[in-house]
């Protein structure tokens, strides 16, 4: 899955010290907390830069750009959702660090060891997602078959009173 240029582990202590970049493409399909939501089988656009800052902080900058493919949460229709991820990252060794950090950086934690820059990207991409997925435009969900509430009667509303029935009949059945 990986696109032959990128690293799969990187040590972000040394690439910052070496003021280093991160450049290339990374298949969102190998991205698999992210598969869960996500139904697009693009490419992430990994464009970021290390380096140590004047006050000290060695931090990692820069965008991730793809499309991916959400489930409406309201037509439940495909919603395809660009993501133009701006990345701030202050890293820190504890987590006791991540309080000292200036407020432009979130903190991330970064062993000696290195990390994975497939789960680093998939990580800002997952906080990039909203909460509730939803198409901007009620008429793009009207395509997808769905009705706001007081236009028409949704196929659900309109089967809801039988099932409302349906619960009552022991009921009265007892009370008889
Ligand atoms: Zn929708």
């Keep these: ?4 240029q990128f690293p799969n582990k990187i040590n972000l202590w040394h690439l910052a010290a070496e003021s280093g970049r991160l450049e290339g493409e990374l298949m969102l399909a190998a991205m698999l907390r992210l598969a869960a939501l996500n139904r ?10 290390a380096g ?7 931090f990692v900058k820069g965008k991730l750009r ?11 229709g495909p919603l395809q959702l660009p993501l133009d991820v701006t990345v ?14 200036p407020g432009e950086y979130e903190p991330l934690l970064v062993p000696e060891s290195g990390i994975a820059v ?13 909460q509730i997925p939803r198409h901007e435009n009620l008429r793009e ?36």
């Design 88 to 101: 701030s990252l202050g890293l820190i060794r504890v987590e006791a660090e991540a309080d000292r950090l």
């Design 40 to 49: 697009a089988d693009g490419k992430v656009t990994v464009s970021l830069m």
């Design 141 to 176: 969900c009207e395509a997808n078959g769905y009705a706001a509430p007081g236009t028409t009667t949704p196929e659900a509303e309109r089967r809801q009173p039988f099932a409302v029935l349906a619960s009552l009949l022991p009921d009265s059945k007892r009370s008889n």
């Design 118 to 130: 497939a789960s680093l990207v998939e990580d800002e991409l997952l906080l990039a997602l909203p």
């Design 1 to 4: 899955m990986w696109v032959p």
């Design 52 to 58: 140590l800052d004047d006050q000290g902080v060695h």
């Design 66 to 76: 793809t499309e991916i493919e959400l489930v409406c949460q309201r037509c439940l």
